[in-house]
Nanobody, 127 residues
């Protein structure tokens, strides 16, 4: 299984970016998927996730109302639409996939739930 994240870059505060994650080696619609981020000197932080086969989504408190996660089953992947970006959103963003099973909701917030990880894409929010 491989995950390829893309779409990061430099954006001014208040701007928008859309991250993409494409999976190979599995059918992404059959798996829970999520986004995490890690800023320098900080722990990896949950950003958003979507349950397998459903539209149920989860968001970290710091991104609620600004970020939207969505699936693209035709592309075997997902997106993270990020609006109203802030300097504190600056981080490397990672996409991840849950290997098997249908975890309880709280498990989607934990990095240890995810079996496969992409290489990360840098997002920098700065004027």
């Amino acid at each position: 299984v491989q995950l390829q994240a893309s779409g990061g870059g430099l954006v001014q505060p208040g701007g928008s970016l859309r991250l993409s994650c494409t999976a190979s080696g599995l059918t992404s619609s059959r798996n829970g998927m999520g986004w995490f981020r890690q800023a320098p000197g900080k722990e990896r932080e949950f950003v958003a996730a979507v349950r397998k086969g459903q539209s149920t989504t989860y968001y970290g408190d710091s991104v609620k109302g600004r970020f939207t996660i969505s699936r693209d089953n035709a592309a075997n992947g997902m997106y993270l639409q990020m609006n109203a970006l802030r300097p504190e959103d600056t981080a490397v963003y990672y996409c991840a996939v849950i290997g098997t099973g249908n975890p309880i909701s709280s498990a989607y917030f934990r990095a240890s739930t995810y079996s496969y990880w992409g290489q990360g894409t840098q997002v920098t929010v700065s004027s």
